[in-house]
């Protein structure tokens, strides 16, 4: 979607160290990024940075842009453009809350749109990565089956979550929709976000090999569990495995209620051989009743879209011919109810950048067709 489209869009990567200022059009970059300290401690000095690297982008663009998108850390009014709370770390000068959107409006005169960046990167998954790149395999496979339904998980420093379904990103009335404070598997009184982070892993190591060493990060702990490096390989392995876990027990409970396929990305997927098996273990779990009863914890057959046999029996469902009584018409009906879940494949970064271009260009859309 978008990819033949000519119009500009001015994009931002924010974060509490830099700023990197962009430019799209046709979901390309058409400049050479600009990187410039976010000065995130002072309000004054980062709303300047903000201006200068804008207008350094538009200085560049052979043709006005028309709009700014960009992903911000929350708490947001995103709808408003209004960025503010306490749960700020990386920005503590806007915790008072800064009507950002409407200042950037103000000075450059074209439609400003600020998103969470997890709900951009599912908006770019569902318009421009996951979805479709299932559903094209679907078709060459000659199956019914089509996915419109995409449930975005970002793995981090947070545990991000973002919800599209034919083709709309859903906020909520709040722009709340969120999982990293849902209960932890394994301490209920702890968000889950705590034990999917990358502080988690970490965390897990550390307990589990008895080496307290603070400079160690995920790759490091990867390489211990790859063999490549000095350490406590089974502890390794546990971190990612126990995240995996932690994080399923999460989904399950989302898939439950959103019924979609389960995107994920972020850097530290590159050790999804350690954190993939004990996350579908989890999604594919049993619940009994009172009664004693046994029945499958998510209702839907969770299929590991990346695995390419699961994905053969994901496309073939259990389709039949069905004959429609009193007639000799036929009918296909497959009753299998089933997801998928997988690895994003543009990666988390290119998700965002593709879903802030394309929700400014549908926004700017819908106005124009008022």
Same mark, same amino acid.
């Given at each position: 979607m978008y990819r033949n489209d000519q119009r500009t869009v001015i994009t931002l990567d924010a974060g509490g160290t830099n700023f990197v200022f962009g430019a799209m059009r046709a979901n390309k970059f058409i400049v050479e990024p600009i990187t410039l300290p976010a000065n995130a401690t002072d309000l004054d000095v980062c709303l300047a940075t903000l201006v200068d690297g804008f207008e350094r982008v538009i200085a560049q663009l052979d043709s006005k842009p028309v709009a700014i998108s960009f992903a911000?850390?929350?708490?947001?009014d995103y709808a408003n453009g209004i960025v503010g709370g306490f749960y700020?770390?990386?920005?503590?000068s806007f915790r008072d809350g800064v009507a950002?959107?409407?200042f950037l409006e103000e000075k450059f005169?074209?439609?400003?749109?600020?998103?969470?960046?997890? #709900?951009?990167y599912a908006y770019?998954? $569902?318009? %421009?990565?996951?979805?479709?790149?299932?559903?094209?395999?679907?078709?060459?496979?000659?199956?019914a089956k089509r996915c419109k339904t995409l449930l975005g998980y970002t793995f981090g420093t947070g545990f991000g979550f973002g919800f599209v379904s034919n083709g709309e990103l859903h906020t909520g009335d709040n722009s709340c929709i969120e999982t990293f404070c849902l209960r932890h598997k394994f301490m209920p009184d702890v968000m889950v976000e705590d034990g999917v982070a990358v502080r988690a892993v970490k965390r897990v190591?550390?307990?589990?090999?008895?080496?307290?060493?603070?400079?160690l990060e995920p790759k490091d702990i990867f390489d211990i569990a790859?063999?490549?490096?000095?350490? #406590?390989?089974?502890?390794?392995?546990? $971190?990612? %495995?126990?995240?995996?876990?932690?994080a399923g027990d999460a989904m399950a409970t989302a898939v439950t209620l959103i019924d979609g396929v389960i995107v994920i990305g972020g850097g530290i997927t590159a050790a999804k051989k350690y954190i993939m098996p004990a996350l579908l273990k989890e999604l594919r779990s049993k619940m009994h009743s009172i009664g004693g009863d046994e029945f499958d914890r998510v209702q839907m057959k969770v299929f590991d879209l990346d695995n390419e046999a699961e994905f053969e029996q994901f496309a073939r469902g259990a389709s039949r011919d069905l004959k429609v009584y009193g007639s000799d018409k036929v009918v296909t009906y497959d009753p299998m109810k089933r997801i998928g879940v997988m690895i994003s494949h543009i990666g988390a970064s290119t998700a965002i950048s593709l879903g802030a271009y394309a929700?400014?260009?549908n926004e700017v859309d819908k106005k124009a067709n008022q």
């Open positions: 911000f850390p929350g708490p947001a700020l770390p990386n920005f503590p950002l959107g409407p005169g074209i439609p400003v749109f600020i998103n969470n960046d997890a #709900d951009l770019g998954e $569902a318009l %421009a990565g996951a979805i479709p790149e299932i559903n094209n395999r679907l078709e060459q496979m000659g199956s190591y550390a307990e589990a090999s008895g080496i307290d060493d603070k400079t790859e063999g490549t490096r000095e350490g #406590d390989q089974e502890a390794a392995r546990k $971190a990612f %495995a126990t995240m995996g876990e932690v929700y400014a260009l």
